[in-house]
């Protein structure tokens, strides 16, 4: 799909210059609040594609029906909802994310049965009960600007055994945060592996965004990764 790149680069300037800029949880949760009813045009303009992917993934590996229990971590205004209906998922999903102005536009969406607000912290247990999900997603919500990656821990807790776990994200590094993010990651997924609560089933590279305005060329796309684990 071609994009119209002087769109793309008004909403990513929006995205990465106003939405993703206070360092602080009141900021960032203002911010989201403020630019929740225009998200989605934002991301439709700049080609967003991780959703749509991890969905598919979520399928696949999760092998999910009518009787499966999904969650959405980060659930934003519920794109990856929409995009699991749209692959004909008929079973539960719920969400759970920081923005109450987000999760209006993912209630108005009728696709979720429960929509929880909370802002993840580092190594924080989910506000979920104790409720056990088939499969559990997060979709572009790790990241140095947003959820630390200790908290990847927390999603084995609520996900039965067997249960698939995506994590999709950005692996462009701009910043040294950026580094020291992916390399966080990395190191929180091998620890989880080798103490035998989970296990790599794919790593699948794809295209984060369809426009790249980090690199010199920005009708590029900007590299992403859905990391597709199980719960051992």
């Known amino acids: 799909m071609s994009l119209d790149l002087e769109k793309a680069k ?5 995205i990465y210059n106003d939405l993703l800029v206070s360092d602080t ?22 080609g967003y594609n991780m959703p749509a992917k991890t969905a598919k993934l979520l399928m696949e590996y999760g092998s999910l029906g009518p009787e499966s229990e999904v969650l959405d971590v980060g659930a934003g205004t519920g794109i990856l909802g929409k995009e699991l209906h749209n692959l004909g998922y008929t ?3 719920d969400g759970l994310d920081g923005s109450s102005g987000m999760l209006k536009v993912a209630e108005s969406r009728k696709l979720y049965r429960n929509l929880v607000q909370q802002f993840l912290t580092a190594d924080c247990a989910l506000d979920i009960g104790d409720v056990m999900y088939d499969a559990i997603a997060s979709v572009g919500v790790f990241s140095a600007l947003q959820v630390g990656a200790s908290v990847a821990k927390s999603l084995f807790n609520h996900v039965k055994t067997g249960g698939v776990v995506i994590i999709s994200y950005r692996v462009i590094e701009t910043t040294t945060s950026d580094s020291e993010f992916n390399a966080e990651l990395k190191d929180t997924i091998k620890s989880l592996c080798d103490k035998g609560k989970a296990s790599v089933i794919a790593e699948h590279s794809t295209d984060l965004y369809g426009v790249n305005f980090f690199a010199g060329d920005p009708s590029k796309p900007c590299p992403g990764m859905c990391l597709c684990l199980r719960k051992t």
């Open 25 to 46: 949880k009141e900021g960032l949760l203002e911010c989201y609040d403020r630019h929740a009813f225009r998200y989605d045009q934002y991301i439709k303009d700049i």
């Open 91 to 93: 079973g539960k999903i």
């Open 10 to 14: 008004v909403a990513w300037n929006l």
